[in-house]
Every structure is written in C-alpha cells, then in structure tokens.
C-alpha cells in the first residue's frame, strides 16, 4: 500500500514551467541570444538549464551570472502577475490527506518557492518541502526523492512520486520508487517509457493510491 506521495513541484503543483524558460529566453534576448526552445527542453530533461545554449554560443561565465538574476527577477515577476494555478490541485491534496502522508521535492529555489505560496492554499496539505538548498545533487539524480524517503522514514514500495519530466521521473526510477506522470503541454514530448502510471489531471491519484490498499 502506498503511504506516502513526494510530489514534484513546478508543472506538477503550480503551472510555472512556461514562465521559468520565458525568463530566460527574455535574458538572452537582451544580449541578441534566440533560444531554442526544443533544445532547450532536451536539455532541461539532463539536468542542463537555460545556460547550456549560451556556453554553446561562447558567452562568459561572467555575463551568465549577470543574465541568470536578470532572469531570476524576471521569473519572480511573472510569479507574482501569471495565473499559475491548475485547476482541482488543491481539492486533490485535501482527498489524499485522507489517505496518505504527503510532501514536495522540488529543484525550486527557496525565493521562487516562497513567492509561489506566499498566498496559496497547497503547503499546509505537506508534512515538509526539500527545495534546491536542501540537497546537493538535483534530478535526475536520485539524491532528492532519496532525502524525501528518510526524512519521511518511508520505504520505496510505500511511496509514490509525483512527476511531469523525464528528469524527474529519471530520478524516482534511479531512487527506485514507483512514479506516476502527469501530463504537462511544456514536457509532453519528453520520454516517460518507465514511468509506473501516465495520468492526465492529479485527481487520478486518489484511484491509485485506494488501488495500491488492495495490493497490499
């Protein structure tokens, strides 16, 4: 039986994952750099980030550090002036809180997080957050999920992860932890091969979990 749920955050809890690129893609077209946008979801799928396309076209690390806060104040904008919402997220966690312990693990920074919910009704549904800071290695390394494991005291066949990239999903398979994907227009294209479940919207989770009691 499932007990416990590590949910990704971005894409998965808030729709942000269009608002973090359009930062970027607006931080280098401040210094004539056009991103690609299918290059970078391949990258963002490794674990690469916006950067990856600059390096590539020979920008300095120096400029990089100024363009990443220039997209870093950018995103902060569109998280405070975007509707990030997805529909039903909050009337999910409060029909599996009836049934399972959950928590968030995110590669979010603590900022960016802290704005998301300054004024959201999804951080009281979890028994904690791991954002960036509180690990070393983020997805698809396993180190994430695996810290949500202990900090939860949870066994991998007890939990589920909550994911819509193949980073992140890569990181649950690695953990060895069972992961359902929820779809996300920005990540669709992504490989999801090895995910345990494919679901559309977060309500299917509550059919999951009651299913894995059956199981046990």
């Given at each position: ?6 949910f ?9 994952e269009?608002w ?10 401040g ?15 490794q674990?690469l980030g916006?950067?990856?396309q600059?390096?590539a076209?020979g920008?300095d ?7 990443r806060?220039?997209r870093?104040?950018h995103y902060?904008?569109?998280?405070k ?15 599996l809180?009836?049934h399972?312990?959950?928590?968030i ?8 997080f802290d704005?998301i919910?300054a ?6 549904f979890?028994?904690?957050v791991?954002?960036?800071e509180?690990y ?6 396993p180190e994430?999920y695996?810290t ?13 992860v909550?994911?819509d990239?193949?980073r992140?999903?890569?990181?649950a ?6 992961c ?5 227009d920005?990540?669709?294209?992504q490989?999801?091969?090895q995910?345990?479940?494919r679901?559309?919207?977060?309500r299917e989770l ?8 059956g199981?046990?």
């Amino acid at each position: 039986m499932k007990k416990y749920i590590l949910f990704d955050h971005d894409g998965v809890l808030v729709d942000t994952e269009f608002w973090y690129y359009r930062a970027g893609e607006r931080a280098l077209a401040g210094i004539g750099l056009t991103v690609d946008k299918d290059r970078y979801l391949r990258d963002m799928s490794q674990g690469l980030g916006t950067w990856a396309q600059a390096r590539a076209a020979g920008v300095d690390e120096e400029t990089i550090s100024r363009l990443r806060r220039i997209r870093d104040d950018h995103y902060q904008e569109y998280l405070k002036t975007e509707a990030i919402e997805i529909e039903g997220v909050v009337e999910t966690l409060a029909d599996l809180s009836r049934h399972v312990r959950m928590a968030i693990v995110t590669t979010a920074k603590r900022a960016d997080f802290d704005v998301i919910h300054a004024q959201r009704d999804i951080r009281r549904f979890m028994d904690f957050v791991l954002v960036r800071e509180d690990y070393r290695l983020a997805k698809p390394h396993p180190e994430p999920y695996l810290t949500g494991l202990r900090r939860f005291g949870a066994a991998q066949q007890e939990t589920l992860v909550v994911e819509d990239s193949s980073r992140g999903l890569n990181s649950a398979v690695a953990a060895g932890i069972d992961c359902a994907v929820v779809h996300n227009d920005f990540t669709q294209a992504q490989d999801f091969s090895q995910a345990t479940h494919r679901i559309k919207t977060l309500r299917e989770l509550t059919d999951i979990i009651l299913d894995s009691a059956g199981d046990s």
